[in-house]
């Protein structure tokens, strides 16, 4: 363990309490401009409002407060080395699940997350919309709200409710387009929903029993999979192998026996 995974690991509950703080903060942002934002196209069906400006700052300016000599990556453009070689790194995503937001869809929230040697160690979810503050990190566990939370017992893939994401600008032919269709006659349902860290967030609560995508950056990542982990269950890449949060490959899963049964069934769409 370097010495700067023992400053954070030391003082978990410090972490946890400022990052909540800031999620709380750009949350507030986001509900502050609801209806009022402007909206301009990063690409299409990329969206970008005044918004995601506003919470990033937000949530910059109480995590750089409390931690200055700390590294910073936000989705809007956002990319500041630390006061030293390694330092811990703020990933942040103000607005994840923009596309909901902009539409009225109460489906989005502010992610935050902490990156020590290229690991996610802690994480803070906000869901503005029905006041969900959900928090992980060693020794402290998952909670929501300040409760305790887990995922689910569900074993089977047919018997789960799970969750895709999907590249933008896809078509019937793309490789996650035809993941999605092989689970979706196998699982009870599957479902996309338009925010990978609320979908995180979902898992390691029970709510849902799965979820992967391979189009998902590190700022929709970081916050949610200690979650997971810390909520007891696992993650991996889509085909089974070992998780990075700077790669764009994700499955996570309640931890049961289902999650090798998943992987199998993604495996085999990669092949049809």
Request: hydrophobic share 45%; net charge negative.
């Amino acid at each position: 363990m370097s010495g700067q995974a023992e400053v954070v690991l030391g003082d978990v509950e410090h972490h946890l309490a400022v990052a909540s703080d800031a999620a709380r903060a750009g949350g507030a942002e986001l509900v502050s401009w609801a209806g009022r934002f402007s909206v301009r196209e990063k690409g299409r069906a990329d969206l970008v409002t005044d918004a995601d400006h506003a919470s990033q700052a937000a949530v910059v300016a109480v995590l750089d407060a409390a931690f200055p000599e700390y590294a910073f990556l936000g989705e809007e453009g956002l990319s500041r080395e630390g006061a030293s070689p390694g330092a811990p790194r703020w990933v942040i995503d103000p607005l994840d699940g923009t596309s909901n937001y902009v539409h009225g869809f109460p489906y989005y929230g502010v992610s935050i997350g902490l990156v020590v040697d290229a690991e996610p160690v802690l994480g803070v979810v906000y869901d503005p919309c029905r006041d969900e503050l959900f928090a992980a990190g060693p020794g402290v566990g998952a909670t929501c709200n300040g409760g305790p939370i887990s995922v689910s017992g569900c074993e089977a893939v047919a018997s789960s409710l799970l969750v895709a994401s999907l590249p933008r600008n896809t078509d019937p032919e793309d490789v996650a387009v035809r993941r999605f269709l092989t689970a979706l006659p196998l699982a009870e349902s599957v479902q996309r929903t338009g925010s990978a860290a609320l979908n995180l967030c979902y898992v390691a609560a029970g709510r849902l029993d799965g979820f992967w995508s391979t189009s998902l950056k590190p700022w929709d990542q970081a916050g949610g999979v200690p979650l997971v982990t810390e909520a007891g269950g696992s993650v991996s890449t889509v085909a089974g192998g070992l998780f990075s949060v700077t790669e764009p490959d994700l499955l996570v899963t309640n931890g049961t026996a289902m999650h090798g049964e998943l992987v199998e069934i993604l495996r085999l769409s990669r092949s049809a």
